[in-house]
């Protein structure tokens, strides 16, 4: 029996050692190193999420990728703050009809990102709440209102929350939430 285990022994040893002599490129696996993963390809996975949950109308989907409290005016202060307890109160404030139709529809022309430097309050103060790395991006979508001539809008800000982004601020042309 000591022969046999002497042969398996050598064999494997045979075996392992050849394994040096595989080229290096079909040893390796690819994978993206966490710091090649830029904030533009976090931000888009999370937009493409949030477009898709939109889409479906999957409240509790759409509730992960926001950022509570949510601010929900652009004025220069964090007013209209919706808690995530509120949340279910104001969906349907938020994720009314246009936003449903025309969100998943969203494409470059709605995404901006915000410039670092931006001299904008409402940026400033958004920019407190994220990753101190972290850059904010904007989609906006303006439309047409059916009632009258005039044009409407709503925004969504995304920034980067322990390493995730997620939904920051929302503002429309008409408040959901006031603070007074």
């Not at 529809?105 to 994220?130: F, H, P, R």
């Not at 322990?162 to 929302?170: F, L």
């Amino acid at each position: 029996m000591k022969p046999s285990i002497l042969i398996i022994s050598g064999v494997l040893i045979i075996l392992l050692s050849s394994c040096d002599h595989i080229p290096s490129s079909s040893k390796q696996i690819v994978t993206a190193p966490p710091a090649a993963i830029n904030d533009d390809q976090l931000f888009r996975t999370t937009f493409s999420v949030l477009q898709k949950s939109v889409k479906e109308n999957n409240k509790e989907l759409i509730k992960t990728l926001i950022h509570f409290p949510l601010p929900t005016t652009n004025d220069g202060e964090l007013d209209g703050e919706i808690h995530y307890n509120e949340f279910n109160d104001y969906y349907s404030d938020i994720f009314h009809k246009e936003v449903r139709r025309l969100l998943p529809m969203a494409d470059e022309d709605n995404i901006q990102e915000i410039d670092s430097n931006t001299t904008d309050a409402y940026y400033k103060i958004l920019k407190q709440t994220i990753d101190s790395a972290s850059k904010l991006y904007e989609v906006y979508i303006q439309y047409p209102e059916k009632r009258n001539n005039s044009e409407s809008y709503f925004a969504f800000v995304f920034g980067r929350i322990y390493g995730e982004y997620k939904v920051v601020g929302y503002y429309a042309k008409w408040p959901v939430k006031t603070n007074f």
